[in-house]
């Protein structure tokens, strides 16, 4: 009766890992610091012909980041990024004087600053070395910090 238990938690256990397929790889620095996570995300889509499997990655450039700040979407893409740093935001028409953009080192150096943040703002850090920065988006009295990871 043990062995006929065993051997079923195994075949469920199997078949469980089987199929859940994500796929998660982490990326590291020299000094051994993790830079980036890649998740990679199996779904399955269940269609007219019973399923259809779809791969979702997290590198991929129309992949975005977006949060609700102020009543606005914000998205922000690619993160981690090459160089170039996209931030939209949705509804920027009604936005407060009192809105900006800010890139900071993590020391707290000025790097990037927008007091007049449009619908697109292109954030250029191709110059910059590898590492962690912080964004900081205010829109009238709410703020919010975003970590960007430069490659």
Not at 37 to 65: A, C, M, P, Q, V
Not at 96 to 115: E, H, M, P, R
Not at 124 to 132: H, M, Q, R, V
């Amino acid at each position: 009766m043990k062995n006929i238990l065993t051997i079923i938690l195994l075949i469920l256990f199997t078949t469980i890992c089987g199929m859940s397929q994500n796929n998660i790889s982490f990326t590291y620095d020299v000094a051994g610091n993790r830079v980036s996570r890649t998740i990679n995300l199996s779904s399955t889509k269940s269609g007219i012909n019973g399923g259809d499997t779809e791969k979702l990655s997290f590198e991929k450039s129309e992949d975005f980041f977006t949060e609700i700040l102020a009543e606005k979407e914000i998205k922000i893409y690619p993160n981690p990024t090459r160089g170039q740093l996209r931030v939209d935001i949705l509804g920027y028409e009604d936005l407060d004087s009192n809105s900006s953009i800010q890139v900071f080192t993590t020391g707290g150096a000025l790097l990037y600053k927008s007091n007049t943040p449009s619908q697109t703002n292109d954030i250029n850090l191709s110059d910059k070395p590898a590492g962690l920065y912080l964004m900081v988006i205010t829109i009238g009295s709410e703020k919010s910090t975003w970590k960007i990871i430069k490659q």
